[in-house]
C-alpha cells in the first residue's frame, strides 16, 4: 500500500451520509460519552492518532486552522522516487530537515498525550497507532507504540539498510554546511520563526536555492542513500505494520480516532475495515474527517479539553 498525496473531494463524499451520527453539543456530554465507552469496553479500545494530537505541544497539523495546507495551499510535499532518485530532491530535504530537526526534537508531550499514557498504565487501552512521526507518545510514558508512518529519530541506507540516530547525523550535516548552521543558529536564537511541518521540516521561502547543502551518503557501503525512517508520499508501508493493524482491529471492540482527519489512506482503511468488522467508531477531530459516515459518535472539540478529564475521572474509580 503506497501513501498519496490526499485530496479535499473525499470531503464532499462524505458530507450528510451519517444521519444517526451523534455529535455531543459541550464538552461535559463530550466527556461523558467517552467515559462510558472506556468503561464499557475493557480495556479493548484501540486508539488511532495523528497530527492533531501534537498541535498542543507546537506542531502544526495538516488540514486544521494552521495546518500546512491550509498555510499553504500550493504545499507540495517531495515523494519517495523523487527522493530515491534524483540528488536536488534529497538536497532539498536534508536542507529542510537540518533546520527543523532541532525544533522537533525540543517539542515535548501535551496533556493529550500524557491522558492517553495514564489510561494505557490503566489498562483501558488496546493499542495505540499513530501516524504522527514525531514520537511524543513514547516520550508521555506510552508502550508499545504501532508507528504507522514510522519515526523521525532514526535514518537508514536505502542500498544496504545501516541505520544510524538522526541526532548524530545532525552533528554531521552542521560540519558539511557551516552557513546552514549560522542560519540554524538564528532560528535557535529566536531570530528567525520559520514554520515547522508535523513531518520534521521547515517552510523556506519559495525560491530558497539548495544547491550548496551537503549531505553524507551511507559510511558502512559507501554509496548508499541515507533516508529518514519515515514512510515518504508514494512508499509503501511494511506488510508487517499492515498486518499488526489489521489484527488489532479485530481484536478490539472499538476504535476511538484523535486528531485525524483519515485523509490518508493508510490510516482510513483502519476506520474503513473496523466498520466493516461492526466496530464502534469515536472520532475526535475539529472539523469534518473522510471517516464521519462510518462513525457513531463525532466530537467536534480540541482533544486536549476533553483527554486529561476523561483520565482523571477514570483512574480514580
Not at 472499538?254 to 473496523?274: E, M, P, Q
Request: hydrophobic share 35%; glycine share 6%.
Amino acid at each position: 500500500m503506497k501513501i498519496v498525496v490526499p485530496t479535499k473531494t473525499y470531503l464532499t463524499k462524505t458530507q450528510n451520509v451519517n444521519q444517526k451520527l451523534i455529535k455531543p453539543k459541550s464538552i461535559i456530554d463530550s466527556i461523558q460519552k467517552l467515559i462510558e465507552l472506556f468503561k464499557s469496553n475493557n480495556g479493548k479500545v484501540l486508539i488511532l492518532t495523528g497530527a492533531g494530537i501534537s498541535t498542543d505541544s507546537g506542531i502544526p497539523d495538516y488540514r486544521g486552522p494552521k495546518g500546512t495546507y491550509v498555510i499553504n495551499e500550493n504545499y507540495r510535499p517531495i515523494f519517495y522516487h523523487e527522493f530515491a532518485s534524483l540528488h536536488q530532491f534529497r538536497q532539498r530535504y536534508w536542507a529542510r530537515s537540518y533546520l527543523g530537526w532541532p525544533l522537533m526534537k525540543k517539542a515535548k508531550p501535551n496533556i493529550s498525550h500524557y491522558a492517553l499514557s495514564n489510561l494505557q498504565s490503566n489498562n483501558y487501552i488496546l493499542k495505540i497507532i499513530t501516524q504522527n512521526v514525531d514520537e511524543l507518545h513514547q516520550k508521555s510514558g506510552s508502550k508499545n507504540i504501532l508507528e504507522l508512518h514510522g519515526s523521525l529519530s532514526q535514518i537508514h541506507c536505502l542500498n544496504c539498510g545501516h541505520i544510524k540516530q538522526r541526532s548524530d547525523y545532525q552533528s554531521i550535516l552542521s560540519d558539511l554546511n557551516p552557513k546552514w548552521n549560522d542560519f540554524l543558529k538564528n532560528i535557535e536564537l529566536g531570530k528567525i520563526t520559520p514554520i515547522v511541518r508535523p513531518d520534521g521540516d521547515i517552510d523556506l521561502p519559495h525560491g530558497t536555492s539548495y544547491d550548496s547543502f551537503n549531505y553524507l551518503s551511507c559510511i558502512k557501503c559507501s554509496n548508499g542513500i541515507y533516508k529518514p525512517s519515515i514512510i515518504f508520499f508514494g512508499e509503501n508501508i511494511k506488510d508487517s505494520i499492515k498486518n499488526e493493524t489489521i489484527d488489532l482491529v479485530k481484536n478490539c471492540k472499538s476504535i476511538l480516532v484523535i486528531g485525524s482527519s483519515l485523509a490518508t489512506y493508510s490510516a482510513f482503511r483502519i476506520v474503513k475495515l473496523a466498520s466493516d468488522l461492526g466496530k464502534d467508531i469515536v472520532i475526535i477531530n475539529l472539523g469534518e474527517t473522510r471517516g464521519d459516515n462510518l462513525s457513531f459518535l463525532k466530537i467536534d472539540f480540541p482533544c486536549g479539553d476533553l483527554l486529561p478529564a476523561i483520565a482523571d475521572q477514570l483512574t480514580k474509580l
